[in-house]
């Protein structure tokens, strides 16, 4: 069992940054891939970023890639995602997730968060 905390969403402005972090319980978290994903109101949920389990990979959304950076440190059983040059599109509920698979989206994943707010504004 891995149990997923986000915190750190807030509200900030254009132009701002953010650093959300996830804590997980259990020793097991070292062994999953883990990832951002992030949900607008009235949109589908979509994946932002992953990272393997030893962190030597990550992926982005396109939307996202050269802004964000996602990293973990498994001696704290967090991962984070940096998040740079907001803009109000960025607006969303933040959630992390981990799968035994490849941290890349999809649905094959095994625990969620409960999510942290994020709002950008102009």
């Known amino acids: 069992q891995v149990q997923l905390v986000e915190s750190g969403g807030g509200l900030v402005q254009v132009g701002g940054s953010l650093r959300l972090s996830c804590a997980a319980s259990?020793?097991?978290?070292?062994?999953?891939?883990m990832s951002w994903f992030r949900q607008a109101p009235g949109k589908e949920r979509e994946f932002v970023a992953g990272?393997?389990?030893?962190?030597?990979?990550?992926f982005y959304a396109g939307s996202v890639q050269g802004r964000f950076f996602i990293s973990r440190d498994n001696a704290k059983n967090t991962v984070y995602l940096q998040m740079n040059s907001l803009n109000v599109e960025d607006t969303a509920v933040y959630y992390c997730?981990?799968?035994?698979?490849?941290?890349?989206?999809?649905?094959?994943?095994?625990?969620w968060g409960q999510g942290t707010q994020v709002t950008v504004s102009s």
């Open positions: 990272i393997s389990w030893n962190g030597g990979s990550t």
């Open positions: 997730a981990a799968t035994g698979g490849t941290p890349v989206g999809g649905k094959a994943y095994d625990y």
């Open positions: 259990g020793r097991a978290f070292r062994t999953y891939g």
